[in-house]
């Protein structure tokens, strides 16, 4: 690990000055990734601000939603009473991730800024990466590509976002509150994350000094109806090859509305904005679920060795819609 | 800058890029804590913060100013070794003994988790309270590795102090 300094902000406005003071400094949450990637030398910071201790906490909205501080633990967010009864998706996709003393340490807005888990990412020593060293090249697009990006995927980059939450918030409409010397701004957490395109450094939209403070989540009248289904080579404790998030509203065998994002298959957290296109006002049936799952799966683009993650999302689609439409839908 | 081992106030590392693990380890010569892969994988260094789990191999040691740690070293009282000690000795709950003191930090850190009603990823019902089957068991210690393969043993072990303790 390279040498760095090391400073704990008192509170937001003190944590963006210190880290635009100059050189290459990065903010520090539960350290579970940044950590790991400093002692790989893929993250060469040359000073950490550390942010952990900074907003912990969960508060109802005027509007009926939830504002969730920055430095939240995952496992405070996943066994919250009102997320756990009204956004149930949520909780189940932070239990679906790490293991049980990562969620423990793991904050919130660390969670949202997590890196690929693309092992040619983190191999220093004998990899080229796009993502790591930019204009390098990129050894996953022809080598072992299982884990890799069906769709929106570019010449230059073909990793997947790692997060479980992130597939949730993507699905729920969150919205991110931002700090930064400028002041305070929103966004939408779906215009959060980038496509890789020609510039796969960047993760997210964020510039340097932009600090996460909350993440809120609207009401949603539906989303206690809500799951969150990942697929995986082992039962526990490993990164998705595809997940879904779904929140279904079904009124008289019809689907009302519905929120759908998929993990595991893109550079960023996938909303299915063509499938639930497909699904309102269409019938519950498995039927319907499939059509929509093709909608959203028809611009997938496989590599060589992950052709099998086009399947695997549709027919989890398909399962997870069928399972929270209940006795409400109807088998195909 | 102190932090709080075991009862005990010990200096923070002047270089910030000391591991919690590292600081048990080399400077404070606790070696009950043990370093298996130091990138998050294994949970053999997982210790107690606050009553809380967590892997010292991904803690900077400078961002637990003021917090109380216990580590395996800290669970035997007056030389009498803690109940969940007492049960993987019982039940077989090892081999190499390797990843032991992470899997006995880590079970009293998920018993209390259990007890505040975290739920788990094989939780059927959310808002439940937690009863702590094999199969939950078997989830939430998910996150500590053993390569000899004693895992029927441990979670036997969990099990019966859980009820114990329950009871």
């Known amino acids: 690990m390279n040498p760095f300094r090391y400073a704990r902000a008192d509170d937001a406005a003190d944590a963006v000055a210190l880290v635009t003071a100059g050189g290459t400094a990065a903010f520090l949450g539960g350290g579970t990734n940044l950590v790991d990637l400093m002692r790989e030398t893929v993250a060469r910071p040359d000073s950490l601000v550390d942010v952990s201790g900074l907003s912990d906490e969960i508060t109802e909205t005027d509007t009926g939603g939830l504002l969730i501080g920055a430095a939240v633990r995952n496992t405070a967010l996943a066994g919250h009473l009102a997320v756990r009864t009204r956004y149930p998706l949520l909780s189940r996709a932070i239990l679906g991730g790490a293991s049980a003393q990562i969620r423990n340490m793991a904050t919130v807005g660390g969670n949202i800024l997590q890196r690929t888990r693309c092992t040619y990412f983190y191999d220093t020593a004998g990899s080229r990466c796009n993502k790591r060293d930019p204009g390098a090249g990129c050894d996953a697009i022809d080598g072992f590509n299982r884990i890799h990006a069906i769709l929106d995927a570019s010449p230059e980059c073909v990793a997947t976002n790692p997060s479980d939450m992130c597939v949730a918030l993507a699905a729920l409409d969150a919205t991110v509150h931002i700090r930064s010397l400028g002041g305070a701004r929103t966004i939408a957490f779906t215009d959060l994350h980038r496509t890789p395109g020609e510039t796969p450094e960047y993760d997210t939209v964020l510039e340097p000094g932009d600090l996460i403070v909350a993440v809120e989540l609207p009401a949603l009248p539906f989303s206690a109806q809500s799951t969150y289904r990942k697929v995986r080579d082992r039962a526990s404790y490993a990164f998705a090859l595809v997940s879904v998030a779904a929140a279904l509203d079904v009124q008289d065998g019809r689907v009302r509305d519905v929120r759908l994002a998929l993990g595991g298959v893109a550079h960023r957290p996938w909303r299915a904005w063509k499938a639930e296109a497909a699904l309102r006002g269409a019938p519950a049936t498995a039927q319907s679920y499939r059509d929509a799952a093709d909608a959203e799966l028809a611009d997938a683009r496989p590599l060589s060795d992950n052709g099998f993650k086009i399947e695997l999302a549709r027919r989890t689609i398909v399962a997870v819609l069928t399972e929270l439409a209940g006795p409400d839908g109807e088998a195909a | ?167």
């Open chain 2, 1 to 167: 800058m102190s932090i709080i081992i075991n009862g005990s106030p010990a200096a923070l590392p002047a270089d910030p890029r000391t591991s919690l693990l590292d600081l048990l380890r080399d400077t404070l010569s606790l070696p009950g804590t043990k370093k298996g892969c130091n990138q998050g994988a294994c949970g053999a260094c997982t210790v107690l913060v606050d009553g809380d789990r967590i892997l010292s191999c991904l803690a900077l040691a400078v961002q637990y100013d003021g917090r109380h740690v216990t580590t395996i070293e800290g669970l035997a009282e007056d030389g009498a070794l803690h109940p969940l000690q007492q049960a993987f000795v019982v039940h077989d709950g090892f081999q190499c003994g390797y990843c032991t003191p992470g899997q006995i930090c880590s079970a009293i850190g998920m018993a209390a988790e259990a007890k505040r009603g975290i739920p788990s990823h094989v939780s059927e019902d959310l808002s439940a309270d937690v009863v702590l089957t094999r199969a939950e068991l078997q989830e939430r210690m998910s996150g500590n590795l053993c390569r000899c393969g004693a895992h029927n043993g441990i979670i036997d072990a969990i099990s019966e102090y859980n009820t114990e303790v329950a009871a």
